[in-house]
């Protein structure tokens, strides 16, 4: 049997895993949780004492971490010295761009894939295998692990050749989810202030050109009252558009809309840092006191 190791266990991390299983795959994990380690092994997959250890002996090894320092500790750190000439290390988490970049330099010779593939689709996604990929990385190297990809996802864009181009991608794409997001949380405010009907307000968008499932998903929760417990955690959002300003920041490009969601998220990271995305639209409730309702 295949194996193929999963680093990094929560939300989105034990959805790969569940689905690698799956799909027929032995799977190794590991994380820092010991609660998240003990719930991965219940469910069927091999429990691991460290990252070396998931390493070992696997075809794959997907890294879905929260930031770049850990996903280099973890790459270069310890999957590089344990990893076959011909296996992958297929980077899941979302990261800058330049930090990819560097682990992949860092890399260079191993003869180590590298496949750098951040994902859209949330939780739910995850759990479901119906993640969005966009992935980069050699043809031969895609091809190598397709079955591992096709195993988490829904549709597979192959959008670059490079390591570091996947999270170019992904900046891009945040930037406009963060936009819609913060319309949408403000929006809402706007209606529940003028004493309009969540529902009616939510029909009408979706009926038209402006409807999108980002909007009509966060005016449910808002509805109904759900800020925390829906797998959108405002920390992910958070730190996902501060990547796609620092690589604007790099370019010399504005980014007006993308800095002004910024600031709508910063506000709800700072008030209730464990909530969820539509925590923002609290805020906003908050200051004029008023919010969405059925």
């Given at each position: 049997?295949?194996?193929?190791?999963?680093?990094?266990?929560?939300?989105?991390?034990?959805?790969?895993?569940?689905?690698?299983?799956?799909?027929g795959?032995?799977?190794?994990?590991?994380?820092?949780?010991?609660k998240?380690?003990?719930?991965?092994?219940?469910?069927?997959?091999?429990?691991?004492?460290?990252?070396?250890?998931?390493g070992t002996?696997?075809?794959?090894?997907?890294?879905?971490?929260?930031?770049?320092?850990q996903a280099?500790?973890?790459?270069?750190?310890?999957?590089?010295?344990?990893?076959?000439?011909?296996?992958?290390?297929?980077?899941t988490?979302?990261?800058?761009?330049?930090?990819?970049k560097?682990?992949a330099k860092a890399?260079?010779?191993?003869?180590?894939d590298l496949i750098?593939?951040?994902?859209?689709?949330?939780?739910p996604?995850a759990?479901?295998?119906?993640?969005?990929?966009?992935?980069?990385?050699?043809?031969?190297a895609?091809?190598?692990?397709e079955?591992?990809?096709?195993?988490?996802?829904?549709?597979?864009h192959?959008?670059?050749?490079?390591?570091?181009?996947g999270?170019t991608?992904?900046?891009?794409l945040?930037?406009l989810?963060g936009a819609?997001?913060s319309?949408t949380?403000?929006l809402?405010v706007?209606a529940?202030?003028?004493?309009?009907?969540?529902?009616?307000?939510?029909?009408?968008i979706?009926?038209t050109?402006?409807?999108?499932?980002?909007?009509d998903?966060?005016?449910e929760?808002i509805?109904n009252?759900?800020?925390e417990?829906?797998?959108?955690?405002i920390?992910?959002?958070?730190?996902?558009l501060?990547?796609?300003?620092?690589?604007?920041k790099?370019?010399?490009?504005?980014?007006h809309?993308t800095?002004?969601?910024?600031?709508?998220?910063?506000a709800?990271?700072t008030?209730?840092?464990?909530?969820?995305?539509?925590?923002a639209?609290?805020v906003?409730?908050e200051?004029?006191?008023?919010?969405l309702?059925?």
């Amino acid at each position: 049997m295949k194996r193929v190791g999963v680093v990094g266990l929560g939300d989105m991390g034990s959805g790969l895993a569940k689905n690698l299983m799956k799909a027929g795959f032995e799977v190794a994990g590991f994380d820092l949780s010991e609660k998240r380690l003990a719930d991965f092994g219940r469910t069927g997959g091999v429990a691991c004492a460290s990252v070396s250890e998931v390493g070992t002996g696997a075809s794959a090894v997907l890294v879905m971490v929260m930031n770049g320092a850990q996903a280099e500790h973890v790459i270069v750190g310890q999957l590089k010295d344990v990893l076959e000439p011909g296996a992958a290390v297929v980077l899941t988490a979302t990261i800058h761009a330049h930090e990819a970049k560097a682990i992949a330099k860092a890399m260079d010779g191993t003869g180590i894939d590298l496949i750098d593939t951040p994902v859209s689709g949330g939780q739910p996604g995850a759990m479901g295998g119906a993640l969005t990929l966009m992935a980069a990385g050699t043809d031969e190297a895609m091809a190598r692990h397709e079955d591992v990809l096709q195993a988490i996802s829904k549709t597979i864009h192959h959008v670059g050749q490079n390591f570091g181009d996947g999270q170019t991608v992904k900046a891009c794409l945040q930037s406009l989810i963060g936009a819609i997001f913060s319309a949408t949380y403000e929006l809402s405010v706007l209606a529940g202030k003028a004493g309009i009907s969540g529902e009616v307000l939510r029909k009408v968008i979706a009926s038209t050109g402006a409807g999108n499932g980002i909007t009509d998903g966060s005016l449910e929760n808002i509805m109904n009252r759900k800020f925390e417990g829906t797998g959108s955690g405002i920390g992910t959002m958070w730190k996902d558009l501060t990547i796609s300003l620092e690589l604007a920041k790099q370019l010399g490009v504005p980014m007006h809309t993308t800095a002004t969601a910024m600031q709508i998220f910063q506000a709800g990271m700072t008030k209730y840092p464990d909530a969820d995305n539509q925590a923002a639209a609290k805020v906003i409730e908050e200051i004029v006191g008023a919010g969405l309702r059925p």
